[in-house]
């Protein structure tokens, strides 16, 4: 432990003590949980539970004003509303009180807690009351009194040993890991769920919550089960409705007696349960003291058996068992005075008439009636016989061995008065009776906001708890193989002693004691079961993580969960109808052992993940005992009924998926997101071992989105065109540009980033959003190029809308930054693609049933043509178009050559595309050329003087606008955009005159005209004359060929290195995409992208 020195500061202003500091309200522990505002463990709104945090609101600002300006925190005093002193901290530690993270009735009764301040209630369970005994009454079952004697003599002392290691062994390896997930940190009353959920995430949470309920709901119809079982066997056995004719009849008419009896006890105890569950849990006690009472009797009654037996004698026929009750006597014959005459032994295997000539049964007549002791006792040697296991298969009758018997076949109708098995067993069978005996480990951790110290108390008494529980089933294992006849313990039903439990025949004073101790503990373990499932239940549902579960979070006045009780009596009612104690054990093991799996799982994550918040004060762990314990459940899952743990783990998976998809988003701090974050971080060190091979090469999109001044995003279609593009696979960023301050536009960056993100889900955009701030437009998107990404995982490709507008625009910098990012990607290497008119692109719910995708193929720029209408074919969307690729072909061509080689290049490609060869023959330059370019050049130079002569009034209107503005929300390729200013403007500008100034400026008026003569004589460039007359006969091929079709991609002609021929290079993108509906301009980045090798 570490030591702490506090050092008095003499103050005359500061309370003597720390509590008072910050008006924190003391909490009632002991009267549901409640909390005031301060001291509650929050939720987001969207049920994202998090920790309480221990900052203080504007509440206790207000409240407390004077403390924030202790003269000896003065350095800190403008951040105490934000980071409070250790003191209110340590106070408000101290009265956290352990609730179910993210129950609604919390957060709803703040405000009442806050009128109901309460001296508070410590929780004062100690290790013994509330973790040891719990586990007990949990651990100890039906299984112990109805089955453990039949599974011992099946499988025999040893297997039956080896059995109850394999369960207790997979119980403490779960025991262990849930005592180091228990003591790192405080846990809040949920038990299970809540250290699976908030270790594992919500989906696995919810997914082994599921199916922690499912067990617990089934257990309860087991414990049912098992007391209608001991009511109709041994207690009241002519309460049964319906009886069987014959022996075939048997098996239907106990199982319809248990399911009729079966609704009738779950429908009283579930109205106990609804009506007044504080009962159950005082009862809780008294149950315990039955469950005692009926294992001390059993040991009492084996020491006793050392020197006096109980006189249970078995009537055997042959070295046959036979069923007791039917008959009195057991011998063939009776001696009444000086008469013999048969027995009702006799009257049962014979035809009615004189003993001499009667018809009588082969086998009853070869093989004598013998009568042996079903209780030997411990010093009878019967060890030795009972070592090795006898598994039988239905219907085979109950031998002992060593006995004399003539083997013959007996007739049918005789079959019943011999002892035989109901079902076919095997060890796996008996593995998965017996596990369900072996769980209820979760008991303490289930009461932790009940114990004085949780940390400790939880781990000492449940592996404590599971040391005795091991040694009593150990022990019972060997008092039974060492005292009972091995027939007797077969008879699963104690047919052989008269229907007597065969457990009780050993037990001391009387048989009564197990049978009715045994009665009262099934029927209080079943009110148990009843009881917590629904909260169970309650807890899943209030998490919000399963939408469809909503319902069942609801509760009665009383705090009585209605719903999930409803629910979990019809689930349970589904293990009475199968009505088969044997049959329903392996399921609800099935849900338990996946439950403690996942247990397993999640001490092993977070200790080999060394999650700095794994901190658990139990030492006593490792990972591989984790992992082990882990192996365990699972073998123990498909041992004892591997089509089950089929079914379970299909249960899981269907509940995992769809949390995953819709399920609440959470941040619970889990391991797996822990996980996720250890294997991206080795994902991405090995891709930074070097460059993607060519074959491995993937557009990864930057989408440079435009944002308006309501942080929307402009054109959603840059999205939708990006997800079709990318089918979901591969790295998409989609950036955007906030103009502004960063320390001022914080808020607005949230804001917009929120924005994009609802978008992309909106698109089914799989990706991540950058939003930055920047001064400029253009400055943020040459950030966003240069800094996206994450070593290996950053974008090649950029994705950028057109500059709708520039031509009526008289502000040039929306072009401008336009071709500005088209020369960054060029430098940068990267792939560029320009979608015009992405208005016109189809959307994620339009199909198009035909139509071609046409690649106009001038230039080799490293296969991005070819490959991106074969990935936008495999979006649901373009999966019906054609692919269709032209090429251009000069005078001095081989056009037909060109044609054979394409195709041959396709097909080494594996892309399948119709070819065609355009040829473009030389041809004068036109007069629409020459006027076209001479429009352009006369725009351009006319727009330029403009901006000249208006410079003044530009800066005028400049000097009037405060420079503490609003923040602009600039955005990519916006008009809006202003160039920045190297200096501060000042608040008033003075205007000096000069003479030689006021003679410049009526120079530069009466000028004006002559420079637009010069505009009407202006001779175009002929450079500009060649490449608009390529644009100008490219367009018309284009048109020609490609009007109808579905999209259009072509090769985009790189900026002019001079940047004075920038508006020029924008006229000729307009003139060589005229016309077309959906045009993609494609620029590679300057490697291959594509190849024809495997």
Not at 3 to 27: A, C, M
Not at 328 to 356: E, H, R, Y
Request: proline share 4%; net charge neutral.
């Amino acid at each position: 432990m570490p030591h702490f020195t506090v050092v008095p500061v003499k103050d005359r202003g500061q309370s003597s003590g720390y509590d008072s500091l910050e008006g924190i309200n003391w909490v009632d522990h002991g009267d549901g949980g409640q909390l005031d505002h301060q001291d509650t463990v929050g939720s987001d709104g969207q049920a994202n539970h998090k920790e309480d945090s221990p900052f203080l609101n504007s509440g206790d600002l207000a409240n407390n004003k004077n403390d924030f300006y202790d003269r000896n925190l003065a350095l800190f005093e403008e951040e105490l509303d934000i980071r409070p002193k250790v003191s209110s901290l340590l106070s408000r530690l101290v009265r956290y009180t352990s609730i179910t993270q993210g129950s609604k009735e919390h957060e709803e009764e703040e405000s009442a807690a806050a009128s109901r301040r309460k001296t508070p209630k410590s929780p004062n369970m100690g290790t013994i009351m509330g973790v040891y005994l719990p586990c007990l009454q949990n651990i100890f079952g039906v299984i112990l009194f109805l089955r453990l004697t039949w599974i011992v003599g099946v499988a025999g002392i040893m297997q039956s040993l080896l059995i109850v290691l394999m369960c207790c062994s997979c119980t403490m390896l779960t025991a262990i890991s849930m005592s180091a997930i228990a003591t790192n940190g405080v846990v809040p009353a949920g038990g299970a769920y809540f250290m699976i959920s908030r270790s594992l995430g919500p989906e696995f949470g919810g997914a082994v919550g599921l199916c922690f309920y499912l067990g617990t709901t089934f257990a309860s119809a087991m414990y049912i089960l098992g007391a209608v079982e001991i009511l109709l066997k041994y207690l009241v056995p002519q309460a049964a409705i319906f009886h069987a004719t014959d022996h075939h009849g048997t098996d239907s008419a106990v199982l319809n007696n248990m399911r009729v009896y079966g609704t009738i006890c779950l429908s009283l105890m579930a109205v106990v349960v609804f009506v007044g569950v504080k009962y159950v849990n005082k009862l809780a006690s008294l149950f315990l003291v039955c469950v005692v009472v009926s294992i001390v009797s059993i040991y009492a009654g084996a020491i006793k058996s050392a020197t006096h037996p109980p006189v249970f004698p078995i009537c055997m026929l042959g070295n046959r068992t036979l069923v007791r009750d039917r008959f009195d006597v057991c011998a063939k014959t009776i001696t009444t005075g000086n008469t013999t005459g048969p027995s009702q032994l006799w009257d049962m295997f014979c035809q009615p008439g004189n003993m001499s000539s009667a018809q009588c049964d082969d086998y009853f007549l070869q093989n004598n009636v013998t009568e042996i002791q079903g209780i030997p006792g411990l010093a009878s040697g019967i060890f030795r016989d009972n070592m090795w296991g006898d598994y039988m298969q239905k219907g085979d009758i109950l031998e002992k061995e060593g006995l004399a018997s003539v083997d013959l076949h007996s007739t049918t109708e005789n079959f019943g008065m011999y002892v035989s098995a109901d079902i076919a067993t095997s060890f796996m069978l008996l593995v998965g009776i017996f596990f369900p005996s072996a769980t209820g480990i979760m008991a303490g951790s289930n009461r932790s906001g009940d114990l004085r110290d949780a940390q400790k108390s939880i781990p000492i008494g449940t592996i404590v708890a599971i040391t005795t529980t091991t040694i009593v089933y150990i022990s019972s294992v060997i008092l039974f193989g060492a005292c009972i006849e091995g027939v007797v313990l077969r008879d699963k039903f104690g047919d052989a002693v008269r229907n007597t439990l065969v457990v009780g025949t050993l037990s001391w004073p009387s048989p009564w004691v197990i049978v009715i101790g045994s009665f009262f503990s099934t029927v209080g373990a079943g009110l148990q079961s009843l009881t917590g499932a629904p909260r169970l239940l309650q807890a899943i549902a209030k998490d919000n993580i399963i939408p469809f579960l909503r319902v069942f979070g609801h509760e009665k006045a009383n705090g009585e969960p209605t719903w999930a009780l409803l629910l979990t009596g019809l689930i349970a009612e589904l293990g009475i109808l199968i009505a088969s104690l044997d049959m329903v054990a392996p399921i609800l093991s099935m849900f338990f052992l996946m439950c403690y799996l996942f247990v397993n799982l999640a001490c092993a994550v977070q200790t080999l993940l060394r999650t700095p918040n794994w901190r658990p004060r139990f030492r006593y762990y490792h990972w591989a005992l984790s992992f082990l314990g882990m192996s365990m459940c699972l073998a123990l899952m498909f041992i004892s009924s591997w089509y089950y743990a089929i079914v379970a783990m299909g249960i899981a998976g269907m509940i995992y998926k769809y949390i995953e998809y819709q399920g609440a988003e959470k941040e619970w701090g889990d391991g797996i997101r822990g996980l996720s974050l250890s294997a991206a971080r080795y994902a991405l060190l090995r891709l930074e071992v070097g460059p993607p091979h060519t074959k491995n090469w993937r557009p990864q999109l930057l989408v440079l989105s435009k944002l308006d001044e309501d942080l929307h995003v402009k054109y959603p279609q840059l999205l939708t065109f990006a997800s079709q593009l990318k089918a979901g696979k591969g790295l998409t960023i989609v950036g955007s540009v906030i103009q502004g301050n960063f320390l001022e536009s914080y808020g607005e960056l949230q804001a917009a980033e929120q924005t994009v993100k609802n978008m992309m889900d909106i698109e089914r955009v799989k990706g991540f959003c950058q939003v930055v701030v920047a001064s400029k437009v253009r400055e943020g998107i040459v950030h966003l190029i240069q800094s996206c990404g994450l070593g290996g995982m950053k974008h090649n490709t950029v994705v950028m809308g057109w500059p709708y507008g520039w031509r009526q625009s008289e502000d040039p910098r929306a072009w401008k930054t336009f071709i500005n990012t088209v020369r960054c990607t060029t430098a940068a290497h990267l792939a560029l693609m320009v979608p015009k008119n992405v208005l016109f692109y189809p959307s994620n719910h339009e199909r198009f049933s035909d139509g071609n995708i046409d690649v106009w193929w001038i230039v080799h720029d490293g296969g991005m043509l070819m490959l991106l209408p074969f990935l936008l074919k495999q979006h649901k969307v373009w999966r019906k178009c054609n692919m269709r690729i032209f090429t251009v072909a000069q005078m001095d061509d081989n056009s037909i050559q060109m044609k054979k080689d394409l195709a041959t290049f396709l097909y080494q490609l594996r892309i399948e595309a119709e070819v065609e060869v355009v040829e473009m023959h030389d041809s004068d330059i036109s007069a629409y050329t020459y006027e076209r370019t001479l429009m352009m050049e006369q725009r351009s130079q006319m727009l330029r003087q403009m901006r000249l002569s208006s410079a003044e009034r530009q800066r005028e209107a400049q000097l009037v606008k405060d420079r503490h503005s609003l923040v602009r929300m600039g955005s990519l390729y916006s008009d809006e955009e202003e160039e920045t200013l190297e200096s501060p403007l000042p608040d008033k500008v003075h205007m000096t005159w000069t003479k030689e100034k006021c003679e410049a400026e009526k120079r530069n008026r009466n000028n004006a005209p002559e420079n637009f003569r010069e505009l009407t004589s202006l001779k175009p460039d002929q450079s500009n004359v060649r490449r608009m007359h390529t644009a100008v006969k490219l367009n018309e091929v284009i048109v020609n060929r490609s009007h109808d079709a579905r999209l259009v991609l072509l090769n985009m002609p790189g900026p002019p290195r001079d940047t004075d021929g920038d508006e020029n290079y924008m006229e000729f993108l307009e003139v060589l995409t005229e016309g077309l509906e959906r045009v993609l301009l494609v620029r590679g980045g300057g490697r291959e992208v594509i190849t024809i090798y495997s």
